[in-house]
Protein backbone atom coordinates (compact mmCIF):
# COMPACT_ATOMS: atom_id res chain seq x y z
CA UNK A 1 0.00 0.00 0.00
CA UNK A 2 1.06 3.64 -0.93
CA UNK A 3 1.75 5.45 2.36
CA UNK A 4 3.86 8.60 2.52
CA UNK A 5 4.27 8.71 6.14
CA UNK A 6 4.02 6.00 9.02
CA UNK A 7 0.68 5.44 10.69
CA UNK A 8 0.14 3.86 14.40
CA UNK A 9 -1.18 0.92 14.57
CA UNK A 10 -5.27 0.91 14.13
CA UNK A 11 -7.83 -1.11 15.17
CA UNK A 12 -8.18 -3.87 12.02
CA UNK A 13 -4.78 -4.05 11.35
CA UNK A 14 -4.21 -7.92 10.30
CA UNK A 15 -7.84 -8.56 8.84
CA UNK A 16 -7.70 -9.20 5.23
CA UNK A 17 -11.18 -7.91 3.53
CA UNK A 18 -12.07 -9.33 0.07
CA UNK A 19 -14.85 -7.58 -1.87
CA UNK A 20 -16.46 -7.81 -4.99
CA UNK A 21 -18.29 -4.33 -5.05
CA UNK A 22 -19.32 -1.01 -7.59
CA UNK A 23 -20.95 1.68 -6.82
CA UNK A 24 -20.71 3.58 -3.41
CA UNK A 25 -22.86 1.37 -0.84
CA UNK A 26 -20.45 -1.44 -0.75
CA UNK A 27 -17.01 0.50 -1.36
CA UNK A 28 -18.08 3.03 1.64
CA UNK A 29 -18.57 0.05 3.72
CA UNK A 30 -15.32 -1.74 3.26
CA UNK A 31 -13.71 1.74 2.63
CA UNK A 32 -14.19 2.57 6.50
CA UNK A 33 -12.57 -0.78 7.24
CA UNK A 34 -9.73 0.68 5.28
CA UNK A 35 -9.73 3.78 7.42
CA UNK A 36 -9.62 1.09 10.56
CA UNK A 37 -6.38 -0.73 9.45
CA UNK A 38 -8.05 -3.52 7.20
CA UNK A 39 -6.07 -4.76 4.27
CA UNK A 40 -9.04 -4.11 1.41
CA UNK A 41 -8.64 -6.51 -1.95
CA UNK A 42 -11.01 -4.57 -4.44
CA UNK A 43 -12.15 -7.21 -7.37
CA UNK A 44 -12.81 -5.53 -10.28
CA UNK A 45 -13.62 -6.23 -14.02
CA UNK A 46 -11.23 -5.04 -16.49
CA UNK A 47 -12.61 -2.10 -17.08
CA UNK A 48 -13.21 -1.65 -13.38
CA UNK A 49 -15.86 -0.23 -11.12
CA UNK A 50 -18.30 1.45 -12.87
CA UNK A 51 -18.31 4.39 -10.21
CA UNK A 52 -15.08 5.23 -11.49
CA UNK A 53 -16.89 6.96 -14.94
CA UNK A 54 -19.11 9.09 -12.81
CA UNK A 55 -16.69 12.10 -12.99
CA UNK A 56 -13.49 13.55 -12.86
CA UNK A 57 -13.39 15.92 -10.21
CA UNK A 58 -11.02 14.28 -7.85
CA UNK A 59 -7.90 14.84 -9.47
CA UNK A 60 -9.16 13.10 -12.89
CA UNK A 61 -10.95 10.01 -10.59
CA UNK A 62 -14.57 10.16 -10.06
CA UNK A 63 -15.42 12.04 -6.65
CA UNK A 64 -17.15 9.13 -5.31
CA UNK A 65 -14.67 6.43 -6.13
CA UNK A 66 -11.79 8.60 -4.61
CA UNK A 67 -13.98 8.98 -1.45
CA UNK A 68 -14.97 5.38 -1.35
CA UNK A 69 -11.86 3.25 -2.60
CA UNK A 70 -8.60 5.29 -1.52
CA UNK A 71 -6.11 2.99 0.39
CA UNK A 72 -7.58 -0.20 -1.34
CA UNK A 73 -6.05 -2.73 -3.84
CA UNK A 74 -7.61 -3.35 -6.55
CA UNK A 75 -7.37 -6.93 -8.82
CA UNK A 76 -8.74 -7.28 -11.58
CA UNK A 77 -10.54 -10.43 -12.17
CA UNK A 78 -13.06 -12.44 -14.14
CA UNK A 79 -15.29 -14.75 -11.75
CA UNK A 80 -16.41 -16.69 -14.84
CA UNK A 81 -12.99 -17.41 -15.52
CA UNK A 82 -11.68 -20.60 -14.03
CA UNK A 83 -8.34 -19.59 -13.15
CA UNK A 84 -9.30 -16.20 -11.99
CA UNK A 85 -12.27 -17.95 -10.17
CA UNK A 86 -9.68 -20.10 -8.29
CA UNK A 87 -7.49 -17.41 -7.36
CA UNK A 88 -9.95 -15.76 -5.74
CA UNK A 89 -11.42 -18.64 -3.41
CA UNK A 90 -7.32 -18.86 -2.72
CA UNK A 91 -7.31 -15.29 -1.54
CA UNK A 92 -11.10 -16.11 0.57
CA UNK A 93 -8.80 -19.35 2.38
CA UNK A 94 -7.10 -16.61 4.23
CA UNK A 95 -9.52 -13.50 4.61
CA UNK A 96 -11.63 -12.77 7.20
CA UNK A 97 -14.49 -10.38 5.45
CA UNK A 98 -16.32 -11.15 1.92
CA UNK A 99 -18.47 -8.13 0.63
CA UNK A 100 -20.35 -8.01 -2.06
CA UNK A 101 -23.14 -6.15 -3.92
CA UNK A 102 -23.57 -8.06 -7.38
CA UNK A 103 -27.02 -8.56 -8.72
CA UNK A 104 -29.14 -10.76 -6.50
CA UNK A 105 -27.91 -14.67 -6.92
CA UNK A 106 -24.63 -13.40 -9.55
CA UNK A 107 -22.33 -14.39 -6.61
CA UNK A 108 -23.91 -17.91 -6.17
CA UNK A 109 -24.02 -18.38 -10.12
CA UNK A 110 -20.29 -17.47 -10.06
CA UNK A 111 -19.18 -20.04 -7.25
CA UNK A 112 -19.45 -17.63 -4.80
CA UNK A 113 -22.13 -18.65 -2.84
CA UNK A 114 -21.46 -16.64 0.77
CA UNK A 115 -22.95 -19.55 2.56
CA UNK A 116 -21.06 -22.39 0.94
CA UNK A 117 -18.22 -19.66 1.17
CA UNK A 118 -18.86 -19.93 5.40
CA UNK A 119 -19.52 -23.46 5.24
CA UNK A 120 -15.97 -24.05 4.02
CA UNK A 121 -14.46 -20.99 6.07
CA UNK A 122 -16.12 -20.65 9.41
CA UNK A 123 -14.50 -18.19 10.58
CA UNK A 124 -15.32 -16.16 7.48
CA UNK A 125 -17.73 -12.88 7.76
CA UNK A 126 -19.48 -12.35 4.43
CA UNK A 127 -22.19 -9.38 4.07
CA UNK A 128 -24.46 -9.20 0.66
CA UNK A 129 -25.83 -5.97 0.00
CA UNK A 130 -28.53 -5.55 -2.42
CA UNK A 131 -31.20 -2.52 -3.73
CA UNK A 132 -34.27 -4.51 -2.05
CA UNK A 133 -33.39 -7.65 -0.40
CA UNK A 134 -34.60 -10.97 -1.15
CA UNK A 135 -38.45 -11.39 -1.34
CA UNK A 136 -39.42 -12.57 -5.21
CA UNK A 137 -41.51 -9.48 -5.80
CA UNK A 138 -38.46 -6.65 -5.88
CA UNK A 139 -35.00 -8.74 -5.25
CA UNK A 140 -34.41 -8.15 -9.18
CA UNK A 141 -35.34 -4.69 -9.35
CA UNK A 142 -32.52 -1.52 -9.94
CA UNK A 143 -31.73 0.09 -7.45
CA UNK A 144 -29.50 3.23 -7.34
CA UNK A 145 -29.91 6.25 -4.60
CA UNK A 146 -32.56 8.56 -6.04
CA UNK A 147 -34.58 5.52 -6.92
CA UNK A 148 -34.65 4.56 -3.20
CA UNK A 149 -34.82 7.79 -1.98
CA UNK A 150 -38.06 7.81 -3.88
CA UNK A 151 -39.37 4.42 -3.44
CA UNK A 152 -38.91 4.64 -0.07
CA UNK A 153 -40.89 7.98 1.02
CA UNK A 154 -37.67 9.72 1.54
CA UNK A 155 -38.25 12.47 -1.26
CA UNK A 156 -41.83 12.35 -0.15
CA UNK A 157 -41.34 14.00 2.90
CA UNK A 158 -38.44 16.42 1.78
CA UNK A 159 -38.20 19.91 0.55
CA UNK A 160 -40.40 22.49 0.31
CA UNK A 161 -44.46 22.50 0.18
CA UNK A 162 -45.28 21.39 -3.65
CA UNK A 163 -42.19 20.67 -5.06
CA UNK A 164 -40.63 16.84 -4.73
CA UNK A 165 -36.59 16.81 -4.82
CA UNK A 166 -33.76 14.52 -4.11
CA UNK A 167 -32.09 15.02 -0.70
CA UNK A 168 -28.83 16.20 -2.14
CA UNK A 169 -26.50 13.34 -0.91
CA UNK A 170 -26.88 10.39 -1.83
CA UNK A 171 -27.79 9.38 1.18
CA UNK A 172 -29.32 5.38 1.09
CA UNK A 173 -26.20 4.47 -0.48
CA UNK A 174 -23.83 6.22 2.22
CA UNK A 175 -26.32 4.66 5.20
CA UNK A 176 -26.40 1.43 3.63
CA UNK A 177 -22.40 1.58 3.55
CA UNK A 178 -22.16 2.69 7.39
CA UNK A 179 -24.75 0.30 8.50
CA UNK A 180 -23.28 -2.47 6.62
CA UNK A 181 -19.70 -1.43 8.27
CA UNK A 182 -21.53 -1.08 12.07
CA UNK A 183 -22.96 -5.04 10.90
CA UNK A 184 -19.43 -6.16 10.22
CA UNK A 185 -17.56 -4.66 13.28
CA UNK A 186 -20.35 -6.22 14.90
CA UNK A 187 -19.58 -9.68 13.99
CA UNK A 188 -16.34 -9.76 14.17
CA UNK A 189 -16.84 -8.93 18.00
CA UNK A 190 -18.77 -11.86 17.98
CA UNK A 191 -16.46 -14.00 16.24
CA UNK A 192 -13.65 -13.11 19.01
CA UNK A 193 -15.66 -14.62 21.09
CA UNK A 194 -17.18 -17.92 19.29
CA UNK A 195 -14.57 -18.45 16.61
CA UNK A 196 -17.11 -18.34 13.64
CA UNK A 197 -18.53 -16.02 11.47
CA UNK A 198 -21.82 -15.08 10.29
CA UNK A 199 -23.88 -14.40 7.31
CA UNK A 200 -25.21 -10.69 6.91
CA UNK A 201 -27.29 -9.21 4.38
CA UNK A 202 -28.67 -5.02 3.93
CA UNK A 203 -30.57 -3.75 1.67
CA UNK A 204 -30.88 -0.19 0.65
CA UNK A 205 -34.56 -0.11 0.93
CA UNK A 206 -34.32 -1.71 4.43
CA UNK A 207 -31.86 0.99 5.52
CA UNK A 208 -34.04 4.07 3.81
CA UNK A 209 -37.53 2.58 5.46
CA UNK A 210 -36.08 2.18 9.02
CA UNK A 211 -34.98 5.59 8.65
CA UNK A 212 -38.84 6.68 7.48
CA UNK A 213 -39.77 5.17 11.06
CA UNK A 214 -41.03 8.63 12.75
CA UNK A 215 -43.15 10.17 9.28
CA UNK A 216 -44.01 6.31 9.30
CA UNK A 217 -45.29 6.38 12.83
CA UNK A 218 -47.38 9.98 12.12
CA UNK A 219 -48.77 8.33 9.12
CA UNK A 220 -50.02 5.29 11.05
CA UNK A 221 -51.55 7.77 13.68
CA UNK A 222 -53.60 9.62 10.87
CA UNK A 223 -51.30 12.85 10.89
CA UNK A 224 -48.82 11.95 7.98
CA UNK A 225 -46.13 15.16 7.94
CA UNK A 226 -46.00 17.20 5.23
CA UNK A 227 -43.03 19.35 3.06
CA UNK A 228 -41.57 21.83 4.91
CA UNK A 229 -38.51 22.88 3.24
CA UNK A 230 -36.50 24.76 6.26
CA UNK A 231 -38.83 23.54 8.92
CA UNK A 232 -39.33 20.58 11.49
CA UNK A 233 -42.47 19.09 10.90
CA UNK A 234 -43.31 18.65 14.22
CA UNK A 235 -41.30 21.29 16.28
CA UNK A 236 -42.06 24.77 16.11
CA UNK A 237 -40.30 27.68 15.63
CA UNK A 238 -37.41 25.30 14.03
CA UNK A 239 -36.47 26.87 11.26
CA UNK A 240 -34.83 29.02 8.74
CA UNK A 241 -35.14 32.92 8.90
CA UNK A 242 -33.80 35.82 7.21
CA UNK A 243 -32.06 38.60 8.78
CA UNK A 244 -32.27 42.54 7.15
CA UNK A 245 -28.45 41.66 5.57
CA UNK A 246 -30.30 38.71 3.62
CA UNK A 247 -28.59 35.69 5.66
CA UNK A 248 -30.75 32.85 6.70
CA UNK A 249 -30.18 31.60 10.54
CA UNK A 250 -31.56 28.42 11.32
CA UNK A 251 -33.15 28.68 14.96
CA UNK A 252 -34.53 25.61 16.97
CA UNK A 253 -36.17 25.64 19.95
CA UNK A 254 -36.63 22.52 21.77
CA UNK A 255 -38.57 22.76 25.08
CA UNK A 256 -40.77 25.66 26.69
CA UNK A 257 -37.80 27.44 28.99
CA UNK A 258 -36.35 27.95 25.28
CA UNK A 259 -39.39 29.82 23.83
CA UNK A 260 -39.56 32.07 26.89
CA UNK A 261 -35.93 33.21 26.62
CA UNK A 262 -36.42 33.68 22.47
CA UNK A 263 -39.25 35.57 22.88
CA UNK A 264 -37.76 37.82 25.79
CA UNK A 265 -33.83 37.76 25.49
CA UNK A 266 -33.48 37.68 21.99
CA UNK A 267 -36.74 38.77 20.16
CA UNK A 268 -37.26 41.14 22.71
CA UNK A 269 -40.97 40.12 22.56
CA UNK A 270 -42.17 38.51 25.91
CA UNK A 271 -45.51 38.64 25.51
CA UNK A 272 -45.23 36.09 22.46
CA UNK A 273 -44.27 33.59 25.57
CA UNK A 274 -47.86 33.98 26.93
CA UNK A 275 -50.03 34.37 23.60
CA UNK A 276 -52.07 31.44 23.52
CA UNK A 277 -52.09 30.38 20.47
CA UNK A 278 -48.32 29.95 20.86
CA UNK A 279 -48.58 28.41 24.53
CA UNK A 280 -47.04 25.16 23.98
CA UNK A 281 -45.14 23.11 20.83
CA UNK A 282 -48.39 21.68 19.66
CA UNK A 283 -50.06 24.89 19.52
CA UNK A 284 -47.45 26.65 18.13
CA UNK A 285 -47.23 23.89 14.99
CA UNK A 286 -51.01 24.37 14.73
CA UNK A 287 -50.29 28.29 14.25
CA UNK A 288 -46.99 27.84 12.22
CA UNK A 289 -48.74 30.48 9.65
CA UNK A 290 -49.08 32.84 12.36
CA UNK A 291 -45.98 31.95 14.32
CA UNK A 292 -43.37 32.04 11.08
CA UNK A 293 -44.70 35.58 9.83
CA UNK A 294 -44.57 37.48 13.43
CA UNK A 295 -40.70 35.81 13.56
CA UNK A 296 -39.58 36.79 10.25
CA UNK A 297 -41.16 40.51 10.50
CA UNK A 298 -38.65 40.77 14.05
CA UNK A 299 -36.16 39.05 12.77
CA UNK A 300 -35.97 40.62 9.36
CA UNK A 301 -35.10 43.89 11.51
CA UNK A 302 -32.20 42.80 12.72
CA UNK A 303 -28.74 41.95 11.03
CA UNK A 304 -27.36 38.71 11.23
CA UNK A 305 -24.75 39.57 13.74
CA UNK A 306 -27.01 40.80 16.20
CA UNK A 307 -29.22 37.99 15.83
CA UNK A 308 -26.87 35.77 16.56
CA UNK A 309 -25.08 37.54 19.30
CA UNK A 310 -28.85 37.58 20.96
CA UNK A 311 -29.21 33.75 20.42
CA UNK A 312 -25.49 32.94 21.50
CA UNK A 313 -26.09 35.09 24.49
CA UNK A 314 -29.53 33.59 25.32
CA UNK A 315 -27.89 29.95 24.71
CA UNK A 316 -30.44 29.07 21.73
CA UNK A 317 -29.40 26.49 19.11
CA UNK A 318 -28.50 27.96 15.76
CA UNK A 319 -26.66 27.17 12.60
CA UNK A 320 -25.61 29.29 9.29
CA UNK A 321 -27.23 28.02 6.25
CA UNK A 322 -24.13 27.37 4.59
CA UNK A 323 -22.60 27.12 0.89
CA UNK A 324 -19.89 24.79 -0.69
CA UNK A 325 -18.10 28.04 -0.27
CA UNK A 326 -19.14 28.33 3.46
CA UNK A 327 -18.35 24.88 3.88
CA UNK A 328 -15.18 24.95 2.72
CA UNK A 329 -13.57 27.71 5.06
CA UNK A 330 -15.60 25.94 8.07
CA UNK A 331 -14.20 26.36 11.54
CA UNK A 332 -15.17 22.80 11.98
CA UNK A 333 -14.33 20.91 8.99
CA UNK A 334 -10.92 18.76 9.17
CA UNK A 335 -9.66 17.26 6.00
CA UNK A 336 -7.48 14.54 4.28
CA UNK A 337 -5.04 14.08 1.54
CA UNK A 338 -5.68 11.51 -1.15
CA UNK A 339 -3.57 10.82 -3.78
CA UNK A 340 -5.40 10.30 -7.27
CA UNK A 341 -4.90 7.28 -9.81
CA UNK A 342 -3.03 9.94 -11.68
CA UNK A 343 -0.53 11.24 -9.32
CA UNK A 344 -2.57 14.37 -7.95
CA UNK A 345 -3.37 15.60 -4.08
CA UNK A 346 -6.95 16.08 -4.13
CA UNK A 347 -8.17 17.68 -0.19
CA UNK A 348 -11.56 15.41 1.00
CA UNK A 349 -13.19 15.94 3.99
CA UNK A 350 -11.47 13.60 6.59
CA UNK A 351 -12.70 10.62 8.47
CA UNK A 352 -15.49 11.46 11.09
CA UNK A 353 -13.66 9.67 13.66
CA UNK A 354 -11.01 10.59 15.58
CA UNK A 355 -9.15 9.05 17.88
CA UNK A 356 -8.70 11.07 20.85
CA UNK A 357 -5.21 9.67 22.23
CA UNK A 358 -3.55 9.34 19.30
CA UNK A 359 -3.25 5.75 18.65
CA UNK A 360 -5.38 4.46 15.35
CA UNK A 361 -5.06 8.13 13.73
CA UNK A 362 -4.97 7.64 9.77
CA UNK A 363 -2.47 10.67 8.95
CA UNK A 364 -0.68 9.59 6.03
CA UNK A 365 -1.50 11.05 2.56
CA UNK A 366 -3.26 6.96 0.82
CA UNK A 367 -3.83 6.00 -3.20
CA UNK A 368 -6.39 5.34 -5.38
CA UNK A 369 -5.94 2.41 -6.91
CA UNK A 370 -5.99 2.35 -10.48
CA UNK A 371 -7.34 -0.83 -12.13
CA UNK A 372 -5.56 -3.96 -11.55
CA UNK A 373 -2.39 -1.88 -9.90
CA UNK A 374 -1.78 -4.64 -7.38
CA UNK A 375 -3.05 -7.53 -9.39
CA UNK A 376 0.35 -8.74 -10.46
CA UNK A 377 1.34 -8.78 -6.70
CA UNK A 378 -1.69 -10.14 -5.67
CA UNK A 379 -1.46 -12.94 -8.12
CA UNK A 380 2.07 -13.75 -6.90
CA UNK A 381 1.08 -13.39 -3.48
CA UNK A 382 -1.50 -15.88 -3.57
CA UNK A 383 -0.44 -18.47 -6.15
Known sequence: MDETEHTSRRPLDGLLVVAVEQAVAAPLATARL????????????????????????????????????????????????????????????????????LAPGAAARAGFDPAELRAAHPRLITCDISGYGDDDAVRDKKAYDLLVQAESGLVAVSGPPGELGRIGVSVCDIGTGVTAHAAILEALVERSITGRGRGLAVSLFDVAAEWMTVPFAHHAAGTPPTRVGLRHPSIAPYGAFETSDGHLTLISIQNEREWVRLCGDVLERSELATDPRFGDNDRRVDARAALDATLAEIIGRLDRPTFQARLSAASIAFGNVSSLDDLATHAALRRRSVRSSHGEIVSLPAHPVRHVDGLGTVEATRSVPAIDAQGAAIRAEFS
Not at 63 to 91: C, M, Q
Request: charged fraction near 25%; proline fraction near 1%.
Open 34 to 101: ADAGARVIKIERADGDFARGYDTAAGGDSSYFAWANHGKESLAADLKDPGDAALVHRILASADVFVQN
